[in-house]
């Protein structure tokens, strides 16, 4: 860390070596496209440069960079939502490799997903898809374990009744 906060390259390769992959998950599963994932990794690695010289305590490296890719992909949730550009198509979702899911019903949920407030969908899609433990989330989205469990509660209620309210019609 301290060789990152001089400016050693060598040392911040090594680091983003080291957690790319971590934070490239995150955000792909927050954002579903593959472009807009890619600037927000960078993005993260930017600000965790940047910013490098104010974390404290070297074992708290990984939970810290994964709060900035957290906090660097909710602004541009934000952005999204505010330019109304909408979400990515199904076939653009992130998938697990058992995944055979139909597109209509993958489609129908990433809507209702797009539907619901920041505040739960990041930390839903933090723990239901990407199956972080819910403490883990808590630090991601810099909340109480309290707050988190209240989110994901109210984001799988909201999404329970829209999804059955799509499948009615």
Same mark, same amino acid.
């Not at 680091?15 to 998950?25: E, I, L, N, T």
């Not at 992909?73 to 490799?97: F, S, V, W």
């Not at 909340?143 to 469990?149: E, F, I, N, Y």
């Not at 109210?154 to 309210?165: E, F, I, M, V």
């Given at each position: ?8 390259? !060598? ?32 993005? /993260?690695?930017?600000?965790?440069? #940047? ?10 490296? #990984? ?5 900035? *890719?957290?906090?660097? *992909?909710?602004? #541009? ?7 109304? /550009? ?13 995944? /055979?899911?139909?597109?209509?019903l993958i489609g129908q949920f990433r809507e209702a997903l797009d539907a619901l407030p920041l505040k ?7 723990? !239901? ?8 989330? *808590?630090v991601l989205c810099e909340v109480s374990l309290a707050t988190v469990k209240r989110r994901i509660a109210? !984001? ?7 999804l059955s309210h799509a499948r009615a019609y």
């Amino acid at each position: 860390m301290l060789r990152v906060s001089q400016g050693d390259e !060598a040392a911040f390769r090594e680091m983003y070596d080291g957690y790319s992959r971590f934070v490239g998950h995150i955000v792909f599963s927050l954002l579903g496209n593959d472009c807009e994932a890619d600037d927000v990794l960078q993005e /993260t690695f930017l600000e965790v440069f #940047r910013s490098i010289g104010g974390l404290r305590d070297p074992s708290r490296l #990984r939970p810290w960079i994964g709060t900035i *890719a957290v906090r660097c *992909a909710y602004r #541009r949730l934000k952005n999204r939502i505010r330019h109304r /550009t909408g979400g990515p198509d199904p076939e653009e979702l992130p998938q697990k490799e058992s995944s /055979t899911g139909d597109p209509l019903l993958i489609g129908q949920f990433r809507e209702a997903l797009d539907a619901l407030p920041l505040k739960l969908q990041v930390p839903f899609v933090l723990h !239901a898809v990407d199956e972080l433990p819910m403490e883990q989330v *808590a630090v991601l989205c810099e909340v109480s374990l309290a707050t988190v469990k209240r989110r994901i509660a109210k !984001a799988t209620k909201r999404l329970q009744k829209r999804l059955s309210h799509a499948r009615a019609y």
